[in-house]
């Protein structure tokens, strides 16, 4: 819902060349409660200024020397990404009521205007375009709500393999590789049973935080379920990337973690795979690297193992 405050301090522009005309409406505007009220005699400087300001309404006269306010709406057109125009235009001759309407603007009122009928069109033109506004950020939570985990605040499943098939093509378009890391946190279940699930959250927000600073921004850190992690290395200079920023987070990822007034400690293991020498599309490099993650954990856990030759290459770090 749209809050009296909200009304009060949104954002408003007018838009006429006559001073006398500009005094009268900030003076209406003020005597109701508006609180950020601008204004400009200039109809070349909408565009800039509502670039700049993103005005919840712009009052604007559509009969002005230069440039007529469907010029100005125009130009505003090409600002307004979804189309939507917070206009209401404000003119002496009703005869451009649906002129105006097909341009883009929102509402209509004539001049001389009724005071009463003024206040109530800009009243509900502002509720409207604010409840937009809302429902539009609301969308934008929503959708983010269904790419990343709500926990740590990494994508999810479904965003990363957006994020693979997209360094996938990526690489392959350019002759490089990409890096998937599993990993999961070794005896995990242990300390949700003996703290608590509020100390296993605790922790795997960390550990999250302390994968997202070891890796690059281009980097991709997601979290899929309970404590398994998935990082996508974006195109590498070099394989041993992959191997060495593994034992760079298994070092990372065993220091001490403060939870509820003492010191928790954990290890993790992670399987490695490489595009392409162990799969070239998302799916088979998350399923390789599962794959060389178990093989890690088998060899004694606290290490990282790579797809490919598993027994030749296992590397455990105690």
Not at 70 to 80: N, T
Not at 101 to 113: C, E, H, M, N, V
Not at 149 to 166: C, I, K, S, V, Y
Request: proline residues 3%; contains cysteine; aromatic residues 6%.
């Amino acid at each position: 819902m749209v809050g009296t405050d909200d009304l009060l301090n949104a954002r408003i522009l007018i838009v006429d060349d006559q001073d006398t005309n500009v005094m009268l409406l900030e003076q209406i505007l003020s005597g109701a409660g508006y609180r950020a009220v601008t204004s400009t005699t200039d109809p070349h400087a909408v565009c800039a200024l509502h670039r700049d300001n993103d005005y919840d309404l712009i009052l604007l006269d559509l009969q002005m020397p230069g440039m007529d306010g469907f010029k100005v709406m125009e130009g505003l057109k090409a600002i307004e990404a979804d189309g939507y125009l917070p206009v209401l235009v404000i003119t002496a001759q009703p005869g451009h009521k649906l002129r105006a309407l097909q341009a883009g603007a929102r509402d209509f009122i004539s001049k001389p205007f009724d005071l009463l009928e003024l206040r109530t069109r800009i009243h509900n033109m502002l509720e409207v375009r604010l409840l937009y506004r809302q429902l539009e950020q609301y969308s934008r939570a929503l959708e983010s709500l269904a790419l990343h985990d709500a926990l740590t605040g990494l994508p999810n499943r479904r965003l990363l393999f957006d994020r693979l098939e997209l360094a996938i093509a990526h690489a392959h378009r350019n002759k490089s590789s990409i890096a998937v890391l599993y990993l999961d946190l070794d005896g995990f279940k242990q300390i949700n049973d003996t703290l608590g699930h509020d100390a296993g959250d605790a922790l795997l927000a960390m550990v999250a935080n302390r994968l997202v600073s070891a890796v690059r921004q281009e980097d991709t850190v997601a979290r899929l379920s309970g404590d398994e992690f998935v990082i996508a290395l974006w195109e590498m200079n070099h394989t041993d990337h992959a191997g060495t920023l593994a034992a760079k987070l298994i070092l990372a990822l065993a220091q001490p973690y403060r939870i509820q007034g003492g010191d928790v400690s954990v290890t993790a293991s992670i399987g490695v795979a490489l595009y392409s020498p162990h799969g070239e599309t998302a799916e088979t490099l998350m399923k390789r690297a599962d794959t060389a993650l178990y093989e890690a954990k088998r060899k004694g856990r606290n290490g990282y193992c790579f797809a490919a030759s598993l027994p030749e290459r296992a590397m455990a770090h105690a």
